[in-house]
């Protein structure tokens, strides 16, 4: 209790917090049952190609020893999953909403003008873009004599 209060009064830098001093335990996973292994139990089996197994207790070590399978045995978490017990614990996939189009009309080009581009075939298209390259070409050439000609 001495100790106690003389650690009180120290001055400390954040306040007491439960969360901050919480003890963290390092669990590892049962190769058998699929459980967790809580420091100071279980059992390591290690064969001679130096494979390590970690078992929650001797009945898990002795099922794997049998070579029974975990996925039919039914308090193993294999069983639980290859029969879908455990559907509170799992997120539920969302499902994919389509994505429907609209055709709108843009600023400057109404619906039937947009709908009557997309419907003319690509050889017409390429003619009206080579007709239209034409006459700019002719429009620079025009602007550039008549430059010179004022030179």
């Given amino acids: 209790s001495v100790l106690r209060t003389i650690l009180l009064s120290l001055p400390r830098e954040r306040p007491f917090d439960a969360e901050w001093c919480k003890m963290v335990l390092k669990t590892e996973v049962c190769r058998f049952s699929g459980l967790k292994i809580y420091p100071g139990h279980g059992m390591r089996l290690t064969k001679m190609d130096s494979q390590t197994y970690l078992f929650l207790n001797a009945k898990c070590k002795r099922l794997f020893n049998l070579r029974l399978r975990p996925a039919k045995l039914a308090w193993t978490t294999q069983y639980r999953k290859a029969h879908k017990k455990d559907q509170t614990t799992e997120v539920a996939r969302k499902k994919k909403r389509s994505v429907k189009t609209n055709n709108r ?47």
């Fill in 105 to 151: 009309s843009i600023v400057g080009a109404s619906l039937e003008v947009i709908q009557k581009k997309r419907a003319e075939k690509s050889d017409v298209r390429a003619a009206a873009r080579d007709a239209a390259l034409r006459e700019i070409k002719e429009r620079q050439r025009k602007a550039k004599d008549a430059k010179k000609g004022k030179k």
